[in-house]
Each structure stands twice: as structure tokens, then as C-alpha cells.
């Protein structure tokens, strides 16, 4: 069911709420008033209700708590936690293990340093993943096939690499599938990973999560 029919954004719908810009929704986070009056991230926004977005950027949700934005927009007496931001970065993170772990199941996500450096050189790897502890001499192996496939096959831009998550932090989400390195692969899911990484970083802001490269796009 559409989304329109499903909840009541009001009149300026998907307006972030603190920089007051229209954008894609790919871009934002859509926030509902819970039945105990808190602020929920709707990340799948499928929460009935009225609802209200924020940029997907960690300083505007923090912004947005500390102006009590999230009140004036939902229309009701609902309270921001302070820990809102941190919140949302776990959901983000779950949601990205998650899609790792249905890639996983579909093919489209290998593991393993000689695997990945498999799939970057022949050219089917979407964006490769470390570890943020990953040992450098790991890292700098598969940067080295990320290059050596960007000049073979003449591309413009290098394979993505990202680092999000430490060991320690993939061990709690992905259990036994966690990984010092690893690769999304064409497909759905793969490029589920991708999306959902790119939402990540885009979220913490820094840029932290990007080790090099820019994201190739995935073919539709």
C-alpha cells in the first residue's frame, strides 16, 4: 500500500524538519511518536501514524532533540531520548548486518581476504568491507587488487571501500558470519549492502567509513 495512504505526513511530507529541504527519501529518516510517547525511527517507514523526516545526518537528529523539533512536527507531547542519535546509529547498523546477512544466503556476499581479492580482480564486487581493525597489511592487499582492477579494465572510479564496524561489533550482530573482510557482489541483495553502507556513512558524516574510492554504481 502506498505510503500516503498508509500515514499522515502532513502538508510539507518529506521536509526535513530541521533544515526545512525537500529530499529523496533515500536521504532521510522518517520519525513517529511512540505509544509511550517517545520518538521512533521508522527506517523502514512502514509505522502508521503521522510521521516526521530529518536528513539522514547524525548532527541534524541531534539538533532536532535539542530544539524539540520532533514535538512541533509530530503534532503531540512526545519526548526525543537524549541518546536519539546514538540510537539511530545502532538501527543503522543492525539494518546493514542484516542485509549482509541476506546477501550472504542469495550468493552476493563473500568473505575472506583471498575471496574478496578474487572477486575485486574479476570485476564483480560492488564495494568491499574491513573491519575497522582490520591489520593493514589485509587492507592494503585488497587496495592494491581495488587498483589493479580500475586500470584493467579502465574504469573511472575505484571500487568502494568501507569500514563501519569493528570486529568486536560485526561478532555482536553477525555471530559467526562476521568478517575481517569481505565483498557485496551484483545482485538484489548485494546492492542492498551497498545502499545500506552508503546510508551509514552518509549518517556518522565524517566520512570515518570510507577507506577509498568512490561507490561503483550498481547495474540496473
Given at each position: 500500500?502506498?505510503?500516503?495512504?498508509?500515514?499522515?505526513?502532513?502538508?510539507?511530507?518529506?521536509?526535513c524538519i530541521v533544515?526545512?529541504?525537500s529530499?529523496?527519501p533515500?536521504?532521510?529518516i522518517?520519525?513517529?511518536?511512540?505509544?509511550?510517547g517517545?520518538?521512533?525511527a521508522?527506517?523502514?517507514?512502514q509505522?502508521?501514524?503521522?510521521?516526521?523526516?530529518?536528513k539522514a545526518?547524525r548532527?541534524?537528529?541531534?539538533?532536532?532533540?535539542a530544539k524539540?523539533?520532533?514535538?512541533?512536527?509530530?503534532?503531540?507531547?512526545?519526548k526525543?531520548?537524549p541518546?536519539?542519535g546514538?540510537?539511530?546509529d545502532?538501527?543503522?547498523?543492525?539494518q546493514l548486518?542484516g542485509?549482509?546477512?541476506?546477501?550472504?544466503?542469495?550468493g552476493?556476499?563473500?568473505t575472506?581476504?583471498?575471496?574478496?581479492?578474487k572477486?575485486?580482480?574479476?570485476?564483480?564486487?560492488l564495494?568491499?568491507f574491513h573491519?575497522t581493525d582490520?591489520?593493514?597489511?589485509g587492507?592494503?592487499k585488497?587496495?592494491?587488487?581495488?587498483?589493479?582492477?580500475?586500470?584493467?579494465?579502465?574504469?573511472?572510479?575505484e571500487i568502494?571501500s568501507?569500514r563501519?564496524l569493528?570486529?568486536?561489533?560485526?561478532?555482536?550482530l553477525?555471530?559467526?558470519?562476521?568478517?575481517?573482510?569481505?565483498?557485496a557482489?551484483?545482485?538484489?541483495?548485494?546492492?542492498?549492502?551497498v545502499?545500506?553502507a552508503?546510508m551509514l556513512?552518509?549518517y556518522?558524516?565524517?566520512?570515518?567509513?570510507?577507506?577509498?574510492g568512490?561507490?561503483?554504481?550498481?547495474?540496473r
Amino acid at each position: 500500500m502506498p505510503e500516503s495512504r498508509k500515514n499522515d505526513d502532513g502538508e510539507n511530507g518529506r521536509m526535513c524538519i530541521v533544515t526545512r529541504e525537500s529530499g529523496d527519501p533515500d536521504a532521510l529518516i522518517r520519525f513517529v511518536a511512540g505509544p509511550d510517547g517517545s520518538v521512533v525511527a521508522d527506517l523502514k517507514r512502514q509505522l502508521p501514524g503521522r510521521g516526521c523526516w530529518v536528513k539522514a545526518e547524525r548532527a541534524l537528529i541531534e539538533k532536532a532533540v535539542a530544539k524539540k523539533l520532533f514535538a512541533r512536527a509530530l503534532k503531540a507531547e512526545v519526548k526525543a531520548s537524549p541518546d536519539l542519535g546514538a540510537e539511530v546509529d545502532r538501527l543503522l547498523m543492525g539494518q546493514l548486518a542484516g542485509m549482509m546477512n541476506l546477501a550472504r544466503k542469495a550468493g552476493q556476499f563473500v568473505t575472506g581476504g583471498a575471496n574478496v581479492d578474487k572477486a575485486v580482480r574479476s570485476g564483480a564486487a560492488l564495494a568491499v568491507f574491513h573491519a575497522t581493525d582490520a591489520a593493514a597489511d589485509g587492507v592494503r592487499k585488497i587496495d592494491q587488487a581495488r587498483r589493479a582492477y580500475m586500470f584493467a579494465a579502465d574504469e573511472e572510479s575505484e571500487i568502494a571501500s568501507y569500514r563501519l564496524l569493528s570486529q568486536a561489533e560485526m561478532e555482536g550482530l553477525l555471530g559467526q558470519n562476521a568478517f575481517i573482510h569481505a565483498c557485496a557482489l551484483a545482485g538484489q541483495a548485494g546492492e542492498g549492502v551497498v545502499k545500506r553502507a552508503i546510508m551509514l556513512e552518509m549518517y556518522r558524516g565524517d566520512g570515518s567509513g570510507r577507506a577509498q574510492g568512490d561507490a561503483r554504481q550498481p547495474q540496473r
